[in-house]
Structures are given as C-alpha cells and as structure tokens.
C-alpha cells in the first residue's frame, strides 16, 4: 500500500474527506496511512448494520446512514463529529464505480460531503483511491490525498448553490488526484 498527499491533511481541528468509491474495502486504505494519529469517522449505509458487522463498523468508526432520505441525523452526527474536531469521512458518489460497467443507473455525486463541510466551517479534502477493486488479484493500494478544497468565496452564497459549486470543484479534484495513481 501506498498513500501520498499526507502533508495536505489538516493534523488537527475537524475536516470532511472525501474520495471515490469502488469497493466496501475503501475506508482501510483511506484511514490506515493517518492511523493512529487520526481516527476517520465514517457515514456507514444503514443496511450494512446487521450483527455481527454492526458492531464491526461502530468500533471502526461508522454511524449508520439512511441512504436516500435525506437523512438529517446523519447530517446532523457528521457536522458535529467536524466541529469537535474528528475527520469525517465520506465518499460523495454514495455507492461504488466500477470501471467499464454499464449500470442502469449512474450514480452522480452527493453534495453531503460539502454541505457538512460548509456548515461545520471545516476544511473539505479530497481523497483518491485505486486497487480496492482487484483485490483477488493483489495488486497494489493506492490512496493519494489532496489539498482542501477553497470554500471561502462560497459563505455568502445560498447554501443550497454553495454546495453544488463545492461539489463540483470536489468531484473535479477526486478525478485528477485519481488520474495521477
């Protein structure tokens, strides 16, 4: 495993880091480079809350969301889990990609990530992940992080449109950090 950009993560104070999505593996190779000296905390879809794996992604750092329903306790929990000061950590497609799939449905990015960020006034990181997809072929895991993405100019904005352009600029850093692994 390989993780670069560590140097961009803040190394105290709250900051929501977000990256793509292609495999349930996803939050170790995310988490394990900045381990033990930050602890990521993750939105867990709700599904996966079954016993024993509940108990699993709890001690692991996750909360449970209810994808597709604007779930306002989950919003809630992350925003304050970034104002205390923890790194919260999301992937803004909400399901996994994979590469040369046609799905039915194309998932498009989630403007969660960068309304927690603007609303809990903490730093927004993105994060790209390879390998976690060829893991029965072993092949390498790569994570590379990237500076927090510029949100000052968006503050005196409505925040539903505050949100959209810190998702775009987000979803635009995440594809050129993957680009380069």
Known sequence: MRAQGKENL???????????????????PLGLPIWPER?????????LYWWPLGRLIDAGGGFPVRRGERDLEAMETAIRLAREGHAVAMFPHGTRQRKGLVKRYQPKAHTGAARIALEAGVPLVPAAISGTDRLRKLGPL?????????LDDLK???????????T???????DRLGQEL
């Open 168 to 174: 775009n600029r987000l979803m635009a850093e995440i």
């Open 39 to 47: 602890f990521l905390r993750f939105m867990a879809k709700s599904e």
């Open 142 to 150: 790569r994570v590379r992080y990237g500076k927090p993405i510029p």
């Open 10 to 28: 803040p190394r105290e104070g709250g900051y929501v880091l977000a990256a793509n999505h292609l495999s349930n593996f996803d939050p170790w």
């Open 156 to 166: 005196d904005k409505d925040p539903s449109d505050a949100a959209k352009e810190a």
